[in-house]
């Protein structure tokens, strides 16, 4: 019964997170059902009791997947490469799952939770500065990091795990008018991807909560 | 040719001695049983040492720790800690299952990604004069998800009978957590999980009050 049932994916159209699963599951072809939890909206549906429950860190992502509730994008997108065909998400060669994982890593601990909306919150004022402050400062230990391990894509010539976060955490240093001129190679492998398909269709500008205005 | 004096190194690891994230990949080299030599990293001393030219080109954020193992460079800690996994025999730090799989990455992930990084140095540098109410409320945020987490994965670990990855960012945690002086006392899982971890060798060896560069009044 269970492998018939869609996934479903708890998502905001820009939290960056969401969309790192949202280019997984388009990537590897998967099919699922997504609700949209609007992060603002009544003091933040991520907060509300009924989705406590799925994730009681109220945050996004979380997914139904197989009968088990997960949280946290990179442990999701991990699963879904390793029970689901497809291209793979991560090299086999394991110095080079190393160096996908640590990308991801760099973003998705060194980068975004620090100025995702949370933190902001309690950030008070100054929130642009504070931000662009971090994304800066991991995008200056990314730009060499990526000048060694990339091809085409962030590591070699295969799309990984590492180029999911990438793509997601770009836009939201651009939402932080952080000047992406200043990481030539960032800014090349983030262009190469936008062209693919699945790093379209998943785009914040193109889901069923986009609000008008914002809709490419 | 230089290719067998690499594999036969020891791997070399950058260090604090209360860096949380440096405790993590000192228990998972004690778990496999891997000898290392470990280069300390001073973050306070020099304007932290994390900071000079040399060490900025191991690890270009400026944070430890860093591991130079089988002729590569490599940081983040959840990264190494997955490498030598996958490298090295020894107990397996992830378990087969999937599913089991997931949920370890899961719990690794809110402590490495949604507790960590927010309460740490350069974090704590910028936030100012609110330093132990800052850490408290992020810390306090993470164990109130954690603990209902943990109380349905954990057997007598983090999750099922068997050590993993979700341990090992665990106790490194609650350590933390008790120097921004959180009440450990209100997420009883995370505090009996933790008690139980703390009585075996690998995290006792690798704790901070026994590092080459614990100082002497913080030595066990």
Redesign the interface.
């Known amino acids: 019964m269970e492998p018939s049932t869609k996934p479903v994916l708890y998502s905001y159209f820009r939290s960056s997170c969401s969309w790192r699963v949202r280019i997984a599951f388009a990537l590897k072809g998967i099919e699922y059902n997504l609700v949209p939890v609007n992060l603002i909206k009544d003091g933040g549906q991520q907060r509300s009791e009924q989705y406590s429950k799925l994730?009681?860190?109220?945050?996004v992502p979380a997914v139904e997947i197989?009968g088990?509730t997960?949280?946290?994008s990179?442990?999701?997108i991990?699963?879904i490469d390793?029970?689901r065909p497809g291209p793979c998400l991560l090299p086999v060669d394991?110095?080079a799952?190393?160096?996908v994982?640590?990308i991801?890593?760099?973003i998705?601990?060194?980068i975004?939770?620090?100025q995702n909306l949370?933190?902001l919150q309690?950030v008070g004022e100054e929130k642009v500065p504070?931000g662009q402050?971090?994304i800066n400062?991991?995008f200056?230990?990314?730009e060499?990091?990526l000048k060694e391990t990339s091809g085409k894509y962030c590591v070699g010539d295969e799309i990984s795990m590492a180029d999911i976060c990438l793509v997601p955490q770009v836009y939201n240093a651009e939402r932080f008018k952080v000047d992406i001129g200043q990481y030539p190679t960032i800014r090349k492998i983030n262009e190469t991807l936008l062209e693919l398909e699945a790093f379209k269709v998943s785009h914040p500008s193109h889901q069923p909560d986009t609000p008008a205005n914002l809709q490419a």
């Open positions: 994730n009681p860190m109220q945050q197989d088990i997960l949280c946290q990179l442990a999701v991990q699963y390793e029970t394991p110095k799952r190393a160096k994982r640590m991801s890593d760099l998705a601990s060194g975004q939770p620090i949370s933190v309690k504070w402050h971090f400062r991991g200056q230990a990314l060499p990091i």
